[in-house]
């Protein structure tokens, strides 16, 4: 379910919960001309998406980028997606993505940190999500940034493809799709309208690949639920820095559709991803 010439491999570790998280890795050679401040970046898929999104095909993927910079990328399937263990039952007083964030910054990224971070002489992690994973990036950040004893140096978070609230009329309409419909018109949300030439039309040959069942908690949260009721408040605790974009007819970077990393401006994406990743990138581990 990754790119056939991939050069992510897969990975599952145990977490300190017991809990088993599954995803794909890519740890290029060190180039002497590398930087000396080295980003662990950990790549967070978006919703009915998995690990594999991040490296569809050769032209499509985080690898390119991440051996240009000599970046060791980690892309996971979040909680509850393909082998990674299940958060439910949500306990009282919490949700699907204040869990999630929760795991995300009591075990995921400690134990990403302790095994791949460490030992490829990274100086800081950075956390790139898409869509759905954004509300659990947020919540981990806001922990992370809050916690006096950190276990992990986070320095930025790479966020696309979310938003307050919807801005266009097709968008709208999407929101009240049946299921029925959202299976029908996928393609639509993630490479937009034909017309507008967002993507190679080849592209959409892989969405059965890259389309895996989700839990419904995930979109309801956001999309009818409380998420923009707390969510000002758990943005207001992140230190770190935060870089952001929508794609064009999402709202902003010009040309794109919802999945960026699909589109024409996947490449440059990822370049500036893995730029803004080296920038932040500061901090020495031993600071731990």
């Known amino acids: 379910m990754t790119a056939k010439s991939s050069k992510f491999q897969p990975f599952t570790l145990t977490l300190s919960n017991s809990a088993t998280l599954s995803g794909i890795v890519y740890i290029p050679t060190q180039s002497q001309f590398a930087s000396p401040s080295r980003p662990l970046l950990v790549l967070c898929h978006g919703g009915r998406c998995h690990a594999g999104c991040y490296d569809v095909n050769k032209d499509h993927s985080a690898a390119e980028s991440a051996e240009a910079f000599s970046i060791p990328v980690v892309s996971i399937n979040r909680p509850c997606y393909q082998q990674t263990s299940s958060i439910f039952p949500i306990p009282s007083g919490s ?168 589109s024409y401006s996947s490449r440059s994406w990822y370049a500036r991803s893995m730029g803004f990743a080296l920038s932040v990138a500061t901090l020495p581990s031993t600071d731990l």
């Open 95 to 262: 949700s699907f993505h204040k869990k999630t964030g929760r795991w995300e910054h009591e075990y995921i990224f400690p134990a990403l940190w302790e095994k791949y971070g460490v030992p490829n002489h990274c100086t800081a992690l950075v956390a790139m999500g898409h869509s759905l994973a954004t509300p659990g990036l947020l919540v981990a950040a806001s922990l992370q940034s809050q916690s006096p004893t950190p276990t992990y140096p986070l320095a930025g978070l790479i966020l696309s493809g979310w938003g307050v609230s919807p801005r266009m009329q097709n968008q709208q309409a999407r929101l009240k799709w049946s299921a029925e419909e959202n299976e029908a018109n996928r393609h639509l949300l993630m490479f937009s309208e034909p017309a507008l030439n967002a993507a190679e039309a080849s592209m959409k040959a892989h969405l059965p690949e890259q389309t895996v069942q989700s839990p419904g908690e995930e979109a309801q949260e956001c999309v009818a639920g409380p998420w923009s009721t707390y969510s000002p408040e758990i943005a207001a605790h992140i230190t770190m820095p935060v870089m952001f974009g929508l794609g064009e007819h999402d709202c902003i970077v010009p040309g794109a559709p919802h999945a960026i990393e699909w």
